[in-house]
């Protein structure tokens, strides 16, 4: 009896141990019965399953990462291009997964990374080297997120995004593009140049107007005040020499010998006699 009793144990303790199985946070779990799912919505936690009958394979609950070499691309002016790409994505539906794939997340993958360059392909196709390489990008990854949710959708599994590292040109095809990008920045820079050159040359031109007519108008400014201060030097003057002619005229005389010997080294051959030197003494007066 007491050898039935733990024969029985151990048969209990082994379909105990082949019946439980334990899924964690970051599984899905599918449970299989001669090989089709019977059940696919297991939460966290520890679970029962019949030994030899049934089985349970798990599969990744979290966002997993595609990422593969660059791929090339003809654009729309049949010109190449590299780009280099990566998709993120995680199970969406463990049962049609496995009834999809068999449960070969290499072969899910595949048919992923297959979708996402057909989708790549079908729009790189319909634009130029110049938009690809621009800020279109982000329309292309949102028209691309949406043509692989629908294409995916029978495989279980979800795109959450997909994203464009890089995009290359070859060497081939590079080197033009840049010739004429060069060529283009070369243009715009001489046009602004010129621009630039063109607007120099106007404001010099408005300069120097404004400068011939601030100096004409000074230099008329300044004959209408000297022939002012001269008229009224002529009057003071006249009035002077009404006032007092022998005076007016010896201090006039005394001005031009200032004027005369203001060097210091002035030779004058003149008569002492004449009317010049009226004032030293020796000279004519008037």
Known sequence: MKYIILIVLAVVALVAANGLFVVNETERAVLLQFGKVVRSDFEPGLHFKLPMFQDVKKYERRI???DKEPQRYLTSEKKDVLVDFFVKWRLNDVAKFYTSTGGDEALAEARLESSVRNALGKEIITRKVRDVVSDQRSGVMNAISKQLNAAVDELGIEVID????RIDL????????FDRMSAERKSVANRLRSEGTEASLGIRARADQTQRVTIAEAERDASLIRGEGDAEAAKIYASAYQKDPEFYAFHRSLEAYRSTFANGDAVLVLDPK?????????GTKK
């Open 170 to 177: 070859p060497e081939e095809v590079s080197q033009p593009v």
């Open 64 to 66: 997993v990462t595609l």
């Open 162 to 165: 997909v994203r464009v590292m």
């Open 274 to 282: 004449s009317e010049y030197f009226q004032y030293f003494g020796e």
